[in-house]
């Protein structure tokens, strides 16, 4: 450990109990989703299961609730119900890394845990410099630095980051978000034989690929996997124009799906269809887990998009993580549905059969709360059903067009409401949800589309309304949540 990197977790320490109080008794606090103990966290890092032990990194700006000079903060669990904040995995120590250890992943190799990120630096004349890099673990906690192992290619400018690395035989392959210098964004093939020397082997996706016309300047974030015999390639595309119901956001995440021919190399796909209808959802990784399970974890947030109108920040912290997610393939459209051992939080069902509404709104009995999984099975539906949450947020269906909607007040301009929506494939049937104390992940159709955003509702505000135009009759199960057990290690850096 250098003297840089002791002085960096020392000052992250000295922050992160300056703001300990402020930040513990915000009410808008997550109970099941994953928060920085101070400052901006923004996209998972390194996730993966090593030795019973899930380990999901985050790029964590802890002087500031805005983005910089990012670290790697580190989560560990063997249940997903019990957690543990373990002590800072990387920190922005070296020439390679001084401007922020930026986005990766990790694999195993010999025993051991290897961690793949950029390195972001800004030189003297003020230029960005980009440089993939390595760490090691033998004990999944205290990371070595190894140093720079891959170089900026010719054609691309240091927008070069977030190294997602995989073996297929004996070979290593690493997929790089990239831009070109015709401002193009793309996402590039590497590989290698030792893991500390790789091979630019070329494009595989991006603008002007595989008949894909222009598609954004820059892709963050790739992600290749195989799922049920088919090559996924995620990835979050900036520079998307809003078309219609899609592309809303920002900048968005999603996916395609295709055959990868890694000696050409050329990746053949699809078109691209977004993972996430909500207003915060971005960066996603998938790991594989030791029961063949592919599990995905998103960034509860969107750059550039209203961050520092988030009420949290005068709290001193910013963003979280989405739940994990087991993903697979049916119909040619990824499904995504909440992990079976989130059922380990449940408290005692509540159960309504066959409630009827018609040209009416209502309270139904017991239905509510601020850590709450909800699961609604519409019966039969006429015209427009529809549930208020806290006088804040509302999800609403048509049946005449076939479009679910989730809105709520526009951050910044609270006199207005924003909206999300979607055309489903097939009739609305039933909607499972996740409300924790400021967000809320809506799996629709058994995940056929999923909604994820944060709502900043009043603290106070529990109930949650059911409306009809027309008659609606549908059956509801409500649990309450107890919400993760922590424990920490951070202090441990003294």
């Not at 986005?103 to 440089?131: C, M, P, Q, W």
């Not at 709450?372 to 947020?393: K, N, S, V």
């Not at 909607?405 to 979607?422: A, G, I």
């Amino acid at each position: 450990m250098t003297a840089s990197d002791q002085e960096l977790r020392r000052q992250v320490l000295e922050e992160v109990q300056k703001h300990k109080a402020n930040v513990e008794n915000d009410p808008y606090r997550l109970q099941f989703h994953h928060m920085p103990p101070a400052g901006l966290m923004n996209d998972p890092n390194g996730w993966i299961q090593w030795k019973g032990t899930y380990h999901l990194f985050y790029q964590w700006m802890p002087f500031e609730t805005d983005h910089g000079a990012k670290f790697w903060g580190h989560y560990t669990t063997e249940d997903f119900i019990h957690w543990t904040h373990e002590k800072i995995a990387l920190t922005p120590s070296e020439w390679y890394d001084k401007d922020g250890c930026f986005s990766g992943s990790a694999i195993i190799h010999e025993d051991k845990l290897y961690l793949f990120y950029t390195g972001n630096v800004f030189n003297e004349s003020g230029e960005r410099e980009a440089y993939q890099c390595m760490a090691v673990s033998e004990d999944g906690v205290t990371f070595v630095k190894k140093g720079v192992v891959a170089h900026l290619p010719e054609g691309y400018t240091a927008h070069f980051r977030d190294p997602k690395v995989w073996k297929k035989g004996e070979e290593w392959y690493m997929v790089v978000g990239a831009q070109t210098t015709e401002q193009e964004g793309k996402v590039v093939l590497f590989r290698s034989s030792r893991l500390t020397e790789w091979q630019f082997l070329g494009e595989i996706a991006g603008s002007g690929e595989n008949d894909l016309a222009s598609f954004g300047y820059m892709w963050e974030c790739p992600d290749l996997f195989e799922l049920q015999n088919t090559d996924v390639l995620i990835t979050s595309p900036q520079g998307l124009q809003a078309d219609g119901m899609d592309y809303a956001n920002t900048y968005q995440s999603g996916y395609f799906l295709g055959t990868l021919d890694e000696s050409v190399p050329h990746y053949r796909h699809g078109s691209f269809k977004e993972l996430d209808r909500g207003f915060e959802f971005y960066a996603p990784q998938t790991t594989l887990d030791e029961k063949g399970r592919r599990i995905l974890v998103g960034w509860m947030g969107v750059p550039d998009q209203f961050e520092q109108e988030h009420p949290t920040i005068e709290q001193q912290w910013i963003h979280c993580l989405t739940m994990p997610r087991q993903l697979s393939v049916r119909n040619q459209q990824i499904i995504q549905q909440p992990l079976e051992e989130y059922q380990a939080m449940r408290g005692p069902v509540l159960l309504y059969s066959s409630i009827t509404i018609e040209n009416d709104q209502k309270a139904v009995r017991g239905i509510g709360g601020r850590s709450t999984e909800l699961f609604i099975e519409m019966e039969t539906l006429d015209d427009q059903f529809a549930l208020e949450l806290f006088q804040y947020a509302s999800i609403s269906y048509t049946k005449k067009d076939n479009v679910i909607t989730v809105s709520r007040p526009h951050l910044k301009d609270k006199s207005q409401t924003e909206f999300r929506r979607v055309k489903l494939e097939g009739e609305l049937r039933n909607l499972h949800l996740f409300i924790d104390s400021s967000s809320l992940e809506v799996f629709v159709n058994d995940g056929e589309e999923v909604f994820t955003s944060r709502i900043f509702a009043d603290p106070a505000e529990k109930d949650i309304l059911f409306t009809s135009i027309g008659q609606t009759t549908f059956s509801i199960e409500q649990w309450s949540l107890s919400g993760f057990i922590h424990h920490s290690r951070l202090e441990e850096e003294k």
